[in-house]
C-alpha cells in the first residue's frame, strides 16, 4: 500500500518509482548516475553514418533523453555530464568510437546535458507519463540537443547555418520520430505497470 503514493504523485520519477530505497541513498544516486552514463555511452556505440553528413545517427540521444526523464533533472544532468568527462578524458565511448572534443557532433554532445535536465524537470512534472505529454517531452528535448549541435556543427566544420541544418538536423527527423513512438509507448506503459503493481 504504501508503495501506491509515490507512483501517482507528481514530483516523482521512474527512477524513484522503480527503486525507492535506491535513489534515497548516497551510494544508491551514484550508482544511478554511473548507470545513466553507461547506458549512455553503451547505446552510442549504435551508430550508423549518413552519407554526405559528419554526424551518425545513434541511439545517444534517445539514451539521454531516457536518461533525463527516468532519473529527473539533476542526476540526469550529472549522468551526461559524467558521460560528457569520461569521453573528453579519451575513452572512447561516444558515437563511431570517439573520445575528445575534436569532431563534428560533439556539440550534440553538450546539448545532451541540457536536453536531459529539461526532459528530467517535465518528467518530475508528470510529462512522462501520458503518450501525448511524453511526445512533447521528447520533441523538446530533440530540438534542444538541435539547438546546440547544429550551430556546433556550423563553426566546427564551417559550414553556413542553412548547410548545418541540412547535414546535422533534417537526416535525422524520421529516425528523432520513431524514438519518441518507442518513448511514447514505453514510459507510460512503465508507469501504468507500476500504478497496477501498487
Same mark, same amino acid.
Request: proline share 6%.
Given at each position: 500500500?504504501?508503495? /501506491?503514493?509515490?507512483?501517482?504523485?507528481?514530483?516523482?520519477? +521512474?527512477?524513484?518509482?522503480?527503486?525507492?530505497? !535506491? =535513489?534515497? $541513498?548516497?551510494?544508491?544516486?551514484?550508482?544511478?548516475?554511473?548507470?545513466?552514463?553507461?547506458?549512455?555511452?553503451?547505446? $552510442?556505440?549504435?551508430?550508423?553514418?549518413?552519407?554526405?553528413?559528419?554526424?551518425?545517427? =545513434?541511439?545517444?540521444?534517445?539514451?539521454?533523453?531516457?536518461?533525463?526523464?527516468? &532519473?529527473?533533472?539533476?542526476?540526469?544532468? !550529472? =549522468? @551526461?555530464? !559524467?558521460?560528457?568527462?569520461?569521453?573528453? /578524458?579519451?575513452?572512447? #565511448?561516444?558515437?563511431?568510437?570517439?573520445?575528445?572534443?575534436?569532431?563534428? =557532433?560533439?556539440?550534440?554532445?553538450?546539448?545532451?546535458? &541540457? $536536453?536531459a535536465t529539461v526532459a528530467g524537470a517535465l518528467a518530475r512534472r508528470g510529462c512522462d507519463r501520458s503518450t501525448l505529454r511524453t511526445a512533447g517531452t521528447m520533441a523538446l528535448g530533440s530540438?534542444?540537443? *538541435?539547438?546546440?549541435?547544429?550551430?556546433?556543427?556550423?563553426? *566546427?566544420?564551417?559550414?553556413? @547555418?542553412?548547410?548545418?541544418?541540412?547535414?546535422?538536423?533534417?537526416?535525422? @527527423?524520421?529516425?528523432? /520520430? &520513431?524514438?519518441?513512438? @518507442?518513448?511514447?509507448?514505453? +514510459?507510460?506503459?512503465? #508507469?501504468? #505497470?507500476?500504478?497496477?503493481?501498487?
Open positions: 500500500m504504501a508503495t /501506491a503514493a509515490p507512483v501517482t504523485r507528481t514530483g516523482t520519477v +521512474l527512477a524513484d518509482a522503480l527503486f525507492p530505497a !535506491l =535513489s534515497r $541513498a548516497r551510494v544508491g544516486d551514484a550508482a544511478l548516475i554511473l548507470g545513466g552514463a553507461a547506458l549512455t555511452g553503451v547505446t $552510442a556505440q549504435i551508430a550508423v553514418p549518413v552519407p554526405g553528413s559528419p554526424v551518425p545517427v =545513434s541511439g545517444q540521444t534517445f539514451a539521454a533523453l531516457l536518461v533525463g526523464t527516468t &532519473l529527473g533533472a539533476r542526476r540526469g544532468f !550529472l =549522468s @551526461l555530464a !559524467l558521460y560528457a568527462l569520461v569521453g573528453l /578524458a579519451g575513452v572512447p #565511448w561516444f558515437a563511431e568510437g570517439r573520445s575528445g572534443a575534436g569532431f563534428a =557532433s560533439f556539440g550534440y554532445v553538450l546539448g545532451m546535458m &541540457l $536536453a530540438a534542444i540537443i *538541435y539547438a546546440v549541435g547544429v550551430p556546433y556543427l556550423a563553426l *566546427y566544420a564551417h559550414l553556413s @547555418l542553412t548547410d548545418a541544418i541540412a547535414a546535422g538536423l533534417t537526416p535525422f @527527423l524520421i529516425g528523432d /520520430a &520513431l524514438k519518441a513512438a @518507442l518513448a511514447m509507448g514505453a +514510459l507510460p506503459m512503465a #508507469w501504468k #505497470w507500476l500504478g497496477r503493481r501498487g
